[in-house]
């Protein structure tokens, strides 16, 4: 795990002392990027830690799942994530979409007789409704962060899909204008 904030030096000095610790016999299957990191910073922070890393060897980041986040931080050299975010705005009934985020539990919702996100391949958009959703977390049923817990963890991951195959068919950079454009309208 490279620790060092928003420290050059420090993660500089995290990686190579990583990367130090191998020997015959003896290899890590990949890196972990954790420690403290600011938003604003998140693709600097990658950057340094690409530059020092083996080219070779997976780099996995620690806390971070918003999608301006996730194509900074694909497009500066991470491949993979984990982050409790989803769940945790999940709980507190705020639904992605690819049109941004929104509350289910706002009076906007209560006839919603549609899905959390046309369009959505998840179990609870297959088989629920937002009206449905703001009736869960009206009548505080645990049911209701179950089931925005499913869709946000299922939007995250279909995202980071999308950013990969954007990469294999060459139009990354056109994916995360068009993506981040519609999102964050
Ligand atoms: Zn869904």
Redesign the pocket.
């Known amino acids: 795990m490279v620790q060092g904030a928003q420290y050059e030096d420090l993660r500089r000095q995290a990686c190579r002392g990583l990367v130090g610790t191998e020997s015959d016999g003896q290899r890590f299957d990949g890196y972990g990027i954790g420690g403290a990191l600011e938003k604003a910073n998140i693709g600097t922070i990658v950057a340094w830690c690409a530059e020092e890393l083996p080219r070779d060897k997976p780099r996995h980041l620690l806390g971070i799942s918003e999608p301006d986040d996730l194509f900074a931080a694909v497009a500066a050299g991470a491949d993979t994530f984990d982050c409790v975010n989803p769940s945790r705005v999940a709980r507190n009934a705020a639904i992605y979409t690819a049109d941004g985020r929104y509350n289910v539990n706002t009076a906007a919702s209560r006839r919603a007789f549609l ?3 046309e369009d ?3 179990y ?2 297959a088989h629920y409704t937002r009206a449905y959703l703001h009736h869960l977390f009206k009548a505080k049923e645990m049911l209701g962060a179950t089931l925005a817990t ?2 946000n963890e ?2 995250t991951v279909r995202l980071v899909d999308e950013i990969r195959q954007s990469i294999l068919d060459d139009r990354f950079d056109d994916f995360r204008t068009e993506f981040l454009g519609r999102f964050y309208a």
Do not use: A, K, Q, V
């Open positions: 899905p959390l996100e959505c391949d998840c609870t958009c499913i869709h299922r939007f």
